[in-house]
Antibody, heavy 116, light 112 residues
Framework: EVQLVESGGGLVQPGGSLRLSCVASGFSLSSHWMSWVRQAPGKGLEWVADINQDGSETHYVDSVEGRFTISRDNAKNSLYLQMNSLRVEDTAFYYC?????????WGQGTLVSVSS | DVVMTQSPLSLPVTLGQPASISCRSSQGLVYSDGNIYVNWFQQRPGQSPRLLFHTISKRVSGVPDRFSGSGSGTDFKLEISRVEAEDVGVYYCMQGTHWPWTFGQGTKVDIK
């Protein structure tokens, strides 16, 4: 069974940093593109970033370009999202998702709250 | 960026009755492989989104056959033939053809 478990969310002040992690099980992470998708509380879904199988290709939504970095460690079956210069508008549940373009498998999400 | 516009945004339905959600894209969504990557998701209260259909109409395993996906060009539709109580939630369309991937605003389905 495919499982994705996110962690690392929490409360942070504007301008601060957080690193989200996603541990995958039930499949080989190294065979799949991976994504982060976020959802502000009570709002809709927004794709954030993608990374290819070996980490050599990444894509970001404009609003996080230059502030967020997606990475992976296939040996640890783990996906990461380093978030710097956080803004109030980055407050959201962040989901780890397998296979961009289809988004078939989602984690349970981790909440990032940016507030002073 | 491709804008995905859903309608209606709120859909009160009677149990056992049909329901339909429309999604329109701001530009064509044919990928270089000839496919149109339009997906539909269901998000029940308190849960993560769940993929229902990909590539317009390809049903994901486990999705009841009262759900159907259809469309072409820039107009797409999700239909429920007979709404059941477990169908309450928010439904999103999404395009996976052009970066950045984009979602519709969501349609909230509840029971009258």
């Amino acid at each position: 069974e495919v499982q994705l478990v996110e962690s690392g969310g929490g409360l942070v002040q504007p301008g601060g940093s957080l690193r989200l992690s996603c541990v995958a099980s039930g499949f080989s992470l190294s065979s799949h593109w991976m994504s982060w998708v976020r959802q502000a509380p009570g709002k809709g879904l927004e794709w954030v970033a993608d990374i290819n199988q070996d980490g050599s290709e990444t894509h970001y939504v404009d609003s996080v370009e230059g502030r967020f970095t997606i990475s992976r460690d296939n040996a640890k079956n783990s996906l990461y999202l380093q978030m710097n210069s956080l803004r109030v508008e980055d407050t959201a549940f962040y989901y780890c998702v397998r296979d961009p373009r289809f988004f078939q498998h989602w984690g349970q999400g981790t909440l990032v709250s940016v507030s002073s | 960026d491709v804008v995905m516009t859903q309608s209606p945004l709120s859909l009160p339905v009677t149990l056992g009755q049909p329901a339909s959600i429309s999604c329109r894209s701001s530009q064509g969504l044919v990928y270089s492989d000839g496919n149109i990557y339009v997906n539909w998701f269901q998000q029940r209260p308190g849960q993560s989104p769940r993929l229902l259909f990909h590539t317009i109409s390809k049903r994901v395993s486990g999705v009841p056959d009262r759900f159907s996906g259809s469309g072409s060009g820039t107009d797409f539709k999700l239909e429920i033939s007979r709404v059941e109580a477990e169908d309450v939630g928010v439904y999103y369309c999404m395009q996976g053809t052009h970066w950045p991937w984009t979602f519709g605003q969501g349609t909230k389905v509840d029971i009258k």
